[in-house]
Nanobody, 122 residues
C-alpha cells in the first residue's frame, strides 16, 4: 500500500510558476513509477507527466512540454512537478499517481493522491 499526499497548489497569475510536491509513504517509494494527472472542471482526468523509478526517463503530455518538469527525490520519498509559464487552461485539480510499471502515459495507476487545486488567473 502506498499513500500519496499532494501539496503546493494555489492561485497564480498567468505566466507565473508553482511547484507541486507529492509525499509518499508505505511500500518502497523507489520501486514505483510516479506521475501527475489533472482534472479541470467538467472534464475528464488527463495525464500530465510521469517519471521512472530512477528518474532517468520522463514523459509529458504535449501541451505542457517545455513548461512543466517532473522530478523525484527517492531519499525524501517525494515527487515534484515544477510548472512554469502557467496558462489559464492549466487550471485543474492535480493528482499524484504511483504505478508498479512505467508506461509513457501512465495508463495503469495503482495508487492515487487526493489532489491539490491549481488556479491560474488571466
Amino acid at each position: 500500500q502506498v499513500q500519496l499526499v499532494e501539496s503546493g497548489g494555489g492561485l497564480v497569475q498567468a505566466g507565473g510558476s508553482l511547484r507541486l510536491s507529492c509525499a509518499a509513504s508505505g511500500r518502497a517509494f523507489s520501486e514505483y513509477a510516479m506521475g501527475w494527472f489533472r482534472q479541470a472542471p467538467g472534464k475528464e482526468r488527463e495525464f500530465v507527466a510521469t517519471i521512472t523509478w530512477s528518474g532517468a526517463t520522463t514523459d509529458y503530455r504535449d501541451s505542457v512540454k517545455g513548461r512543466f518538469t517532473i522530478s523525484r527525490d527517492n531519499t525524501k520519498n517525494t515527487v515534484y512537478l515544477q510548472m512554469n509559464n502557467l496558462k489559464p487552461e492549466d487550471t485543474a485539480v492535480y493528482y499524484c499517481a504511483a504505478a508498479r510499471q512505467y508506461r509513457s502515459t501512465m495508463s495503469i495507476v495503482n495508487y492515487w493522491g487526493k489532489g491539490t487545486l491549481v488556479t491560474v488567473s488571466s
